[in-house]
Every structure is written in C-alpha cells, then in structure tokens.
C-alpha cells in the first residue's frame, strides 16, 4: 500500500542555519505530494503541495521538489528562524488512498537561538 | 471565519465511559475527516465523510463511530473507551476528496486521556 517515511527527529538547529527534512513516498499512482507544519499546541496547517513530477512547492522560505523518479519530495528552507521550530508532516494522496491525506510520521524541528 | 472548530479542548474519561467529540467548519467544505494523533505514529484516518450523507472508514476505525449531521458537523463517538485511545484527535475538512489535490484544514485538536 502507499506509505511515506520521513527521517526521524528531533531536529535540532541554530537559527540561519540550512534545513533539509528527507520524505520519501511508495504509491502504485501519480501522487499529490505535501507538507504540513504543526506549531506547539495547534492543529496542522498547509505549507506547500506539488501536484505532479517536477513541480516545485514552496511558501514561506520553503520549497520541496516533486522528483518521480527517486520517489522523493524533500524540504528545504536556506536560513531558519526560531519561529519555525514545530513539527512537519510530509503527507501523499492519490486515488488509491480516495483521496484521503497518508502521513509520514512527522519531523520535530528545534531552532535555537 | 472560524474555519474548523472542535469541542472539548481537553477531556479525561474513565474506562467504559463514552463521549461524543464534536467538530463543525464554516468552509462549506463537502468532505469532514476524524484523525488521532499518537507519539510517533503521525496522523492516522479514523473515519471520513466525502459528502453529507456518507461516511466511511479509515486505517484505525474500531471502537469509533461517527456521524456527519449536516454539511457542517461531523462527530465522533467512543461508545465505551479504553485507555488504547488516549489521544490526541483532529478534525479536518477539504473542499472534495477523491484523488483530487485539495487542501485539509484542521481543528486545534482534542487531548483525550482514557485512564
């Protein structure tokens, strides 16, 4: 069936520093591909999405990369700040899960002043 | 716009109890989902609902049943509770479903402890 895998957290970095949170996905079709970010106490929120193979998503200083055929989609953002310390959510959907949103397992990012 | 609202915040049930989560959205959204959110395991799909009138089940459905009131409500029921479903629970809505790239919104969640 389809699964994502995320690398495993804590993540802990100092501000400015560069972030790369690794997904990697397995589905029988053609994938949306997403990440969602969870801030302390809150629910999840949408942060970017691709649609199809080399499509690139990004929002808020963060991009990921739809790429086929290494069946991955990671997140990168070049300098992190201390407010986007929170969980992230890489997440697929396609027809063979209905549509229905499949997580990976989430990534805790820690920025330090 | 309050976007997905959730009720309670915070809940302790002892074993056996049952209690009904509630959720509602003002999107006008067709499709409702129910999540638990449990240290490292992610989110995964209780139940969902891709249009009023319908519900089906997701990954994790036993000991849970729902029932999407109108297009705005969708609720969730632990008939007796056990302490496996000490949780964190999230309601979601999106516009559609089916295999089509729309976005979910979340609720703020609901911390159940089952002791």
């Known amino acids: 069936g389809n699964s994502v895998t995320q690398m495993e957290g804590p993540v802990t970095l100092s501000e400015e520093a560069f972030l790369t949170i690794n997904c990697t996905y397995t589905a029988t079709g053609y994938p949306s591909l997403f990440w969602y970010v969870q801030y302390p106490g809150e629910g999840l929120q949408l942060l970017l999405k691709a649609t199809k193979a080399d499509d690139k998503g990004s929002n808020k200083g963060f991009e990921a990369t739809y790429r086929k055929e290494t069946t991955s989609f990671h997140l990168e953002k070049g300098s992190v700040q201390v407010s986007d310390s929170a969980v992230y959510f890489c997440a697929l959907s396609d027809q063979a899960s209905q549509g229905n949103l499949i997580f990976g397992k989430g990534t805790k990012l820690s920025v330090k002043p | 716009n309050a976007g997905v609202t959730q009720t309670p915040k915070f809940q302790v049930l002892k074993t056996g109890q049952s209690m009904t989560l509630q959720c509602a959205q003002d999107m006008n959204h067709n499709s409702m989902y129910w999540y638990r959110q449990d240290p490292g395991m992610g989110l995964r799909l209780i139940y969902y609902s891709a249009s009023e009138g319908t519900t089906d089940k997701g990954e994790v459905p036993n000991g849970y049943n729902v029932s999407r009131l109108n297009k705005r409500e969708f609720s969730l029921r632990l008939e007796s509770a056990a302490p496996s479903q000490t949780s964190v629970y999230f309601c979601?809505?999106?516009?559609?479903?089916?295999?089509?790239?729309?976005?979910?919104?979340f609720g703020p969640g609901t911390r159940l402890t089952v002791t």
């Open positions: 979601a809505s999106s516009e559609g479903l089916a295999g089509i790239a729309y976005e979910q919104y």
